[in-house]
């Protein structure tokens, strides 16, 4: 099992994306100080390969989802930060909160453009500063969250509670629901 070579992460920012690195030196020290990072294997970035390659928890990992919503003409973006154990509620919550008619995850390519980084590691650090970052309240509660770095070739370390100190973020009570044990599903098949 390979091991992780964390380091402050103002340390680090020579291994995080640009909009990362950047947001990292405008934190006041209090929270810059709690905030770790570290490369890692970028084909292991994703949550569940990352958290079996490095024997990291999946109730560690947080996954920063872009949601896209629409009202007439007018497209709305936020991020919302969950844990990888649980599941984001975008057709309820989300939907509330972005006060749309319609939302769903933002297209790849509008999330990379948009954000600065490489899809399969945007992280809540650096986003567009007019977007809101939701975090769900479990989040918070987490000793210890791994998200991205901007970049699938590293992860940022920090505790849940640092969350709710970046900018724009707003703790959100039922953000995510739990995933349902996976008995009793059909396999999914290929249909293309």
């Known amino acids: 099992m390979p091991t992780l070579d964390r380091s402050p992460a103002l340390v680090a920012t020579g291994f995080l994306a640009i909009p990362v690195a950047q947001a990292l030196v405008a934190l006041p020290s209090d929270v810059l100080s709690t905030i770790q990072a570290a490369p890692i294997d970028p084909d292991v970035?994703?949550?569940?390969?990352?958290?079996?390659?490095?024997?990291?928890?999946?109730?560690?990992?947080?996954?920063?989802?872009?949601?896209?919503?629409?009202?007439?003409?007018?497209?709305?973006?936020?991020?919302?930060?969950?844990l990888a154990s649980t599941k984001l509620d975008v057709n309820r919550v989300v939907?509330?909160?972005?006060?749309v008619r319609k939302a769903s995850f933002a297209p790849?390519?509008?999330?990379?453009?948009?954000?600065?980084?490489?899809?399969?590691?945007?992280?809540?650090?650096?986003?567009?500063?007019?977007?809101?970052?939701?975090?769900?309240?479990?989040?918070?509660?987490?000793?210890?969250?791994?998200?991205?770095?901007?970049?699938?070739?590293?992860?940022?370390?920090?505790p849940g509670r640092t969350l709710a100190a970046l900018p724009n973020v707003t703790v959100v009570e039922g953000l995510a629901t739990d995933v349902a044990p996976a008995t009793d599903v059909a396999p999914v098949t290929d249909v293309g």
Request: charged letters at 20%.
């Open 45 to 82: 970035a994703d949550t569940a390969a990352f958290s079996e390659a490095y024997g990291y928890s999946l109730e560690g990992g947080a996954n920063c989802i872009v949601v896209a919503g629409k009202r007439g003409d007018d497209v709305r973006y936020a991020a919302c930060v969950v």
């Open 108 to 158: 790849m390519d509008d999330a990379v453009a948009l954000t600065g980084m490489e899809y399969g590691g945007i992280t809540p650090i650096g986003l567009p500063a007019d977007w809101p970052v939701y975090v769900d309240a479990r989040v918070l509660d987490a000793p210890e969250v791994v998200v991205g770095a901007g970049l699938r070739g590293a992860k940022v370390f920090l």
């Open 95 to 99: 939907k509330k909160l972005l006060d």
